[in-house]
């Protein structure tokens, strides 16, 4: 793990679940964190238990992805006090599915404003920083659901294709730069996406699967550990990964 140590990495979406995994193993093996999120005691909470706990240099700056702006803030908040940023890991999302019929428009936009749209802001306020520096890696958390439609994923998947086209575009724009591009896909997962699900059906249908078959969020937090560790000339473009347990997309 020598390619993570003293890297400076910002995880938004990092209160809780694959986010929150995912700082945790990076403290742990020498990273220099940035966490983001919208809930601010949770992210004193993890900061101080990092930092206690590993020694690690963590930092951190409520967030929310919806809002250009906030993330821009972000960046140049990782920049200024940390120097550089090595890594941004996109991982904020939202996953209230349902069935196109219900119509449920303020979720649809929920979902495009966070998963997509979220993103793209990172991207945005990233990139300027690592082209200067010759160097860095943009990780987006997406989904199976961005390789597979299953009935009440249509809009959820419908942002999560769309991160595997921009992300691949990332990847071309790039080449040459030093800048790496890589889309974390994991099946179901023990996080807590679940609870967003308004439509009580489809939500025990999600949750039962999640927890009988599920990957842990570590399971998926190891896997971007992995994709940070790799040398600077090799690029992990994507990652699926699902429980040995899962049939369904």
């Known amino acids: 793990m020598e390619n993570v140590r003293g890297k400076v990495v910002v995880i938004t979406g990092a209160s809780s679940g694959i986010g929150a995994k995912t700082a945790t193993l990076l403290a742990q093996r020498g990273a220099k964190l940035v966490l983001a999120a919208r809930r601010e005691q949770a992210l004193t909470e993890l900061a101080s238990q990092l ?12 967030t929310d992805v919806t809002n250009a702006g906030a993330v821009q803030a972000l960046l140049t908040f990782a920049k200024t006090q940390l120097g550089r940023v090595d890594v941004l890991f996109n991982n904020a999302g939202l996953m209230p ?28 306020a990233a990139l300027p920083i690592m082209e200067a520096q010759h160097s860095g890696q943009i990780i987006t958390t997406d989904s199976v659901a961005g390789h597979f439609v299953g009935a009440g994923s249509a809009v959820y998947s419908g942002t999560k294709f769309a991160m595997r086209a921009i992300m691949e575009g990332l990847r071309v724009e790039e080449v040459g730069k030093g800048i790496k591009s890589t889309l974390i896909s994991p ?51 994507e990652v699926v990964l699902r429980s040995t347990e899962q049939r369904d997309y």
């Not at 349902?98 to 404003?113: F, N, Q, T, V, Y």
């Not at 996080?191 to 570590?218: F, H």
């Open 97 to 124: 599915v349902s069935m196109l019929r219900d119509g449920k428009l303020s979720e649809w936009e929920a979902m495009i404003d966070i998963n997509l749209k979220g993103a793209l802001y990172g991207i945005r």
């Open 51 to 62: 930092t206690q706990t590993y020694q690690a240099t963590v930092i951190y700056k409520v």
């Open 187 to 237: 099946g179901h997962a023990q996080t807590a996406l679940a609870s967003t699900i308004s439509d009580p059906e489809l939500r025990a249908a999600v949750l039962k699967s999640e927890s009988e078959t599920g990957l842990t969020a570590e399971d998926v937090a190891s896997a971007v550990v992995y994709a940070i560790d790799t040398p600077e000339n090799v690029g992990i473009n």
